[in-house]
């Protein structure tokens, strides 16, 4: 999901064709020489591991190696780590990464074909159900060790008459997909609180993401939308849509935002490098951008951090399971 940035400056500054991302290392290298000595030297003497990354969908290939690069760049070096995509290409040659949908992304880290991966806070407790690891990192701000974290939020064009969510009652609303935190899980958790039962006081439809949810809203295509509040403000910042066209009806308290989560597979070796230097890593100018306030990873407390997504999933398998039992 998704959260606030300045992407469209960020990427219309940037060089009209990508490198690899050797070539984006010694751009990074250059800047920052003694750290990235420091870094290059922690793991020489251990043998080089091979570690498959996947990325979700939430940008396009080239987008995604232009805010991540440099990250991968950092651990390849750092912890003596070919990263690769599935198909087995090496992320030192080529920007080909892997971005997967939802499903696909969950499917790869269950089955070991992905072995490191973003993920957003709905895929989480999937995940951790399946016997794979609790997230081991998040961006964040060294200094404040403020974690990163969005909101809920409930947006409607601000020319519509819908001024709050009970307004709101008959109408359709955008969820994005069925699991996604954000997008359809904390709603199904949280708006009955505020008047809105799903499938009972408003129509679900689904639009398949967050993007498309705000653009639907945006063009009249649905009355409202429930979406991420930091994936809106990329898109305005973007210029996809007008924040003053928008009006935000309603907002949850944060929640966790995408996380790094490795899979069960993985020796603890490999893990330790990985952690180390996600934790050692200083945010490039583009990430900073991306995400205002974080400049590093900082480590995960999955029963402390993951609190709310845990409640919110806790309290949608609950409504399913009495959903399916009245149906009988």
Known sequence: MRFDTRLYALLSGAALTLGPVAAQTE??????????AQAANQFTNSPREKLVVAMPKTYAKAETML????????????????????????LDKSTNIDVLAEKELIDSLVSGKAQLAQVNPGL?????????PAPFG???????????SYKLILIARVDSPFTKPQDLVGK???????????????????????GLVPDQNYEVVFSNGHERSVTGVMHGFYPA?????????????????????????????????????????????????????SFSYSFSPKLRQLLPGNDTFLPINFERDFATVMEVYNKTQKAAQAAKAAAK
């Open 124 to 132: 989480v407790p999937q995940l951790v159900a399946a016997g794979q």
């Open 67 to 90: 805010l991540w690069g440099d990250y991968f760049n950092h651990l390849a070096r750092c912890g003596n780590i070919d990263l690769q995509n599935q198909q087995g290409e090496s």
């Open 138 to 148: 998040v961006p964040g701000n060294k200094a404040s060790g403020q974690r990163n």
């Open 27 to 36: 751009r990074a290298a250059a800047a920052k020489p003694a750290a990235a």
């Open 225 to 277: 939308a429930a979406v991420a509040s930091d994936l809106y403000q990329r898109m305005v910042v973007k210029g996809d849509v007008k924040g003053s066209s928008i009006r935000t009806l309603w907002e949850s308290p944060p929640f966790m935002t995408e996380t790094w989560t490795m899979g069960k597979d993985v020796s603890p070796d490999l893990q330790a490098r990985v952690k180390k230097c």
């Open 172 to 194: 359709k609303i955008a969820h994005t997909t069925p699991t996604s935190n954000s997008g359809n899980l904390a709603p199904r958790a949280l708006f009955p609180a505020i």
